[in-house]
């Protein structure tokens, strides 16, 4: 198709205007990453603070989005205020389809707008709304209001952030229709930076087939390998959380902040037991045969004179994991009151989890005290962790407001480095499988376990470590998975995308390419995001790894801090 | 919705779909479907002045898209308020009961059945 382009709407908060742009120039990037990485080359100041209005945010989806299978992604790319280099998070629900119909590919906000504002986004233009009423209400009720004053019902996305992010909150994140997030690195804490509490995004445009009969015949191909394939089972029966068990079992799940990797209540809040006991129903993001997200009911009593609630919470692996067995919570209630206050305040899960799991070991060392904390807290003890996580928004003192800059600020300042688990000031998900992970997420872009599935190269070469075939698994990963990221396809679905199948996608559209130059995108791309970091200060000679990574045996043994150099060198030789 | 629009309509926006997936109060709540249910001796081709919707024996409509001159008398007649407009071709998005939804749903929510008599 050579009237191709990526159309890119630029927004400046501060005087409140907009542009599109026509880039033709960019069409060869595809979409999603790619073009996001570039758009933020061009506009990030690494000189300014993460939060300094200048610094741009980007999204942006890809030509592939909601039109096959499984293609449900937006990716944000913005400069994290948590580790203050490179920032790049995923969500899915309505968000590619909105801009979609809205007819952007690719949105850059800059700016900070007088006083808290919302965008509603729509395919005939911007409009900037006042956002007082808004400001300081927590995620759900800020949905709620918003579907009621904006158009399009069914056909847009409402993207917002909480307290947490309007106070900054190194690790606060944004919303996106309730039951997904731009959960990592703290966009949301840009967003609250910006005086942007929201953004609604919806349009009704139509687009034509370029050609019908070989759209029909590929996407029916995709649909059929997607709906008979495991991913299925997978993801839609237990959904992510089987991972809980599964992990278990193999002595790869981190509990009570990695002091082990197993954990002996696991079966009360596997995935398995989530789906007997608390499971209401499952959802897709649009354009997704599969539908991952599983809802779980929480019933409660909210005040005497029998005053009860429920509330529909979503639940995966990840959120088990740092909420669940790494704080060494015993019930799947505690549990859902954690993810469900983590949610209403708008930070993200693994984040606020692993700092849960440093503060208890501070305590429990001496390092801080009751008085500081304003409360006590240990493993199991919801009430103590709910007190700490609202305190972290709203700090109450000098400790919590270094606290609200994450785990590794806070280790940093008051001690206990050893059993922060943090990898490049980016707290770990729920994976402790070996040499690969910990090395994978400490050089992946954006230091989690999708950047180059560590934990997968792990169990793949359990028999025979051959330290350098790993490593360089790792960069092959994650230089393809930067081409499925351009297309922003669910990485649930990376095993169905095959390069031959992206191509017979995108040729099916009128984008003709091939292997070889999706391979050469995926290179580039792998480039531009290492030059951007380094110039926002990741130094891969200054990387430093916590003790307990290898006190406590992974999945795969115990790691050796030896292997774990030999692989960073290894790392840099191949750059 | 997506399977609607590229089968029928042949377009990627699920605005033309004659279905329309929604939730009856924000994601929390349920979703609905917005599907023409078929009704037997239909009032949105009752209300058609033009002949361009025929009621079908058993239920439901066929469409005769020359004859439509865009009136919406139909839309308006719908009692359940599922008949969307299409603004761009200034036609009904019509249902024509064809099946399509319900094969693309492969989580047997939606189904299409025979209206019981």
């Known amino acids: ?575 | 919705m997506l399977a609607c629009a590229r089968t029928i309509r042949r377009s990627l926006s699920p605005t033309k779909a004659a279905i329309q997936i929604r939730t009856a109060g924000g994601l929390q709540s349920k979703f609905v479907a917005d599907i023409c249910r078929g009704c037997i001796d239909a009032p949105c081709a009752a209300a058609c002045r033009c002949g361009a919707l025929i009621a079908r024996e058993g239920g439901g409509v066929r469409f005769i898209p020359h004859k439509c001159i865009g009136c919406k008398d139909c839309v308006e007649a719908c009692i359940i308020g599922v008949l969307e407009f299409d603004e761009d071709s200034n036609k009904p998005l019509v249902c024509v009961q064809c099946g399509t939804c319900a094969r693309f749903c492969p989580h047997q929510v939606l189904t299409l059945e025979e209206r019981p008599i």
């Not at chain 1, 904006?150 to 056909?155: A, C, K």
Request: charged share 25%.
């Open chain 1, 1 to 575: 198709m050579s009237e191709r382009t990526i159309k890119v709407l630029e927004i400046n908060l501060s005087e409140e205007k907009i542009e599109v742009h026509h880039r033709k120039d960019l069409n060869y990037l595809l979409g999603g990453i790619g073009v996001a990485s570039k758009l933020f080359a061009e506009s990030v100041n690494p000189q300014l603070d993460p939060l300094a209005p200048e610094q741009p945010v980007v999204l942006a989806n890809g030509p592939l989005s909601t039109i096959f299978p499984v293609v449900t992604k937006v990716v944000a790319v913005f400069r994290s205020p948590l580790t203050g280099e490179w920032g790049e998070s995923y969500a899915g629900m309505r968000l590619a389809l909105a801009m979609r119909l809205a007819g952007f590919q690719a949105i850059v906000i800059h700016g900070r707008a007088h006083a808290p504002t919302y965008l509603s986004i729509g395919p005939r233009g911007v409009k900037f709304k006042n956002a007082s009423a808004l400001w300081g209400l927590n995620v759900g009720e800020t949905g709620s209001i918003l579907r009621r004053l904006e158009p399009n019902r069914g056909h847009r996305s409402t993207i917002r952030i909480g307290p947490a992010g309007e106070k900054c909150v190194s690790f606060a994140s944004v919303n996106v229709d309730t039951y997904r997030h731009f959960g990592r690195l703290g966009l949301g804490a840009v967003f609250g930076a910006k005086n942007l509490k929201a953004i609604v995004i919806h349009g009704d445009k139509d687009e034509p087939i370029p050609d019908s009969k070989a759209y029909n015949k590929v996407y029916r191909d995709i649909y059929q390998r997607v709906v008979k394939t495991d991913i299925m089972d997978k993801y839609h029966g237990v959904g992510t959380a089987i991972n809980i068990n599964a992990l278990n079992n193999l002595g790869g799940l981190p509990t009570k902040n990695l002091q082990s990797g197993t954990f002996e209540q696991a079966g009360n809040i596997s995935g398995e037991s989530f789906a007997e006991q608390s499971l209401i129903r499952k959802m897709a993001c649009s354009g997704c045969p599969v539908g991952c997200i599983h809802i779980a009911m929480r019933r409660r009593e909210f005040g005497p004179g029998y005053e009860y609630e429920s509330k529909a919470i979503s639940y995966d692996h990840e959120l088990i994991f740092a909420l669940g067995s790494f704080i060494g919570m015993t019930s799947q209630e505690k549990v859902l009151d954690l993810i469900d206050l983590v949610e209403e305040l708008g930070m993200d899960a693994i984040t606020a989890g692993v700092a849960l799991g440093w503060v208890t070991e501070a305590y429990q060392s001496g390092i801080v005290d009751e008085a500081t904390l304003g409360t006590k807290v240990d493993f199991d003890n919801a009430e103590g962790y709910i007190e700490v996580l609202k305190n972290i928004v709203y700090p109450p003192n000098s400790f919590y407001a270094t606290l609200a800059r994450g785990t590794a600020a806070a280790a940093e300042k008051y001690g206990g480095k050893d059993y922060a688990l943090t990898l490049a000031k980016t707290e770990m998900p729920g994976y402790h499988t070996g040499h690969a992970n910990v090395l994978g997420l400490t050089v992946g872009a954006r230091h989690s376990h999708l950047d180059n599935a560590g934990y997968s190269v792990d169990q793949k070469h359990r028999e025979q470590r051959d330290l350098e075939k790993m490593v360089d698994d790792l960069i092959t990963e994650e230089k393809w998975r930067n081409v499925l990221n351009s297309l922003c396809i669910c990485l649930f679905a990376r095993g169905i995308y095959d390069p031959e199948t992206v191509v017979s996608a995108l040729g099916s559209i009128g984008i003709n390419t091939t292997a070889e130059e999706l391979n050469a995108l995926g290179e580039e791309i792998f480039k531009t995001k290492h030059e951007i970091r380094i110039k926002l200060g990741y130094n891969l000679d200054r990387l430093t790894f916590p003790k307990r990574f290898f006190d406590t045996p992974s999945l795969t043994g115990r790691l050796s801090s030896e292997n774990i150099k030999r692989m960073l060198e290894i790392y840099k030789s191949r750059l």
